[in-house]
């Protein structure tokens, strides 16, 4: 049964806790909402589930109910607390800390339990009410360090960003990655009184599966795009200079066109740039 908000602020009380903006924490308050984002999980017993920012555990009590395991990340010392107290069961793991070691790395432990699950022949699922502030740099990171599948909710304009198509606004090195990364599902957008504090956006639920066409080039090659994208602007040939690519020749043998700006090109044609840029 997912917690109420009164039942949340309750234990939160009894922590003397609350929510803490910088961590950007905004917990769950509708049931349906909770059981809808371990519906697009699709839990399968003896895959491995991460779950960042369970706070107060709403979310987590309905994936060990489904018979996950499930290893949790959370930054905040008081709720990391509360979470082992009230989950003391085999199937329950804690990593205490920051999800992220930088902008664009995974925490050391959870990388290395990603990796060992891997290596064991487990699916590793991220399901997960995702802390807003952290939220697209743990998407790209998770699906780097080889999650096999993130259903998440996070801010309407990062769902937005992932799904955008080329020479929209919303497009962006978010957009390339994600898309040569996996298959990306938009599946209904959440009204603020979904969660407590309301946050000031709406929200989406996401769920990201695995097509992965990046392989061990995935961290290189996001390093690429956002340098060409910091100068996105600018005429293609300009931006693959600024990247420190041999534009002519990256051009000449992708046969894009060097008047085009790096927005208008495909997740394809960006993977095409960098390889050719590499060659």
């Known amino acids: 049964m997912a917690q109420t908000k009164h039942e949340i602020q309750a234990l939160l009380a009894g922590i003397s806790g609350r929510p803490r903006h910088r961590f ?18 699709q839990i399968q017993s003896g895959d491995l589930t991460i ?18 395991d499930v290893l949790a990340v959370e930054i905040d010392t008081n709720l990391a607390d509360l979470l082992e107290h009230r ?9 205490r800390g920051d999800a992220l070691a930088g902008k664009h790395a995974l925490n050391p432990d959870l990388r290395s339990a990603v990796a060992v699950a891997k290596s064991r022949g487990r699916t590793v699922r991220l399901v997960a009410n995702l802390p807003y502030n952290i939220a697209a740099p743990v998407v790209i990171e998770s699906m780097i360090g080889g999650v096999d599948l993130l259903a998440f909710t996070v801010q309407k304009e990062v769902a937005d960003r992932l799904r955008a198509a080329p020479g929209t606004e919303d497009y962006g090195p978010l957009s390339i ?13 959440l009204p603020p009184d979904a969660f ?14 695995r097509d992965d066409r990046l ?3 995935a961290t290189a090659l996001s ?21 420190g690519a041999d534009a002519q020749s990256a051009l000449t043998s992708t046969g894009i066109a060097g008047d085009i700006r790096p927005e208008e090109l495909s997740p394809e044609q960006c993977m095409n740039l960098y390889l050719a840029s590499i060659s």
Do not use: Y
């Open 24 to 41: 950007g924490q905004h917990f769950m308050i509708d049931g349906n909402l909770v059981r809808l984002v371990a519906d697009a999980g």
């Open 51 to 68: 779950e960042i920012g369970p706070g107060t555990g709403t979310l987590t009590e309905e994936l060990l109910a489904r018979g996950a």
């Open 87 to 95: 989950f003391a069961t085999a199937q329950f793991r804690l990593i």
């Open 177 to 189: 990655v994600a898309q040569l990364l996996s298959r990306v599902e938009v599946l209904r957008t």
């Open 196 to 209: 407590w504090p309301k946050p000031k956006v709406h929200s989406a639920l996401v769920r990201l599966v």
């Open 215 to 217: 392989a061990e080039r």
């Open 223 to 243: 390093a690429f795009v956002h340098r060409l994208f910091s100068a996105r602007r600018k005429m293609l040939k300009k931006s693959l200079a600024l990247a």
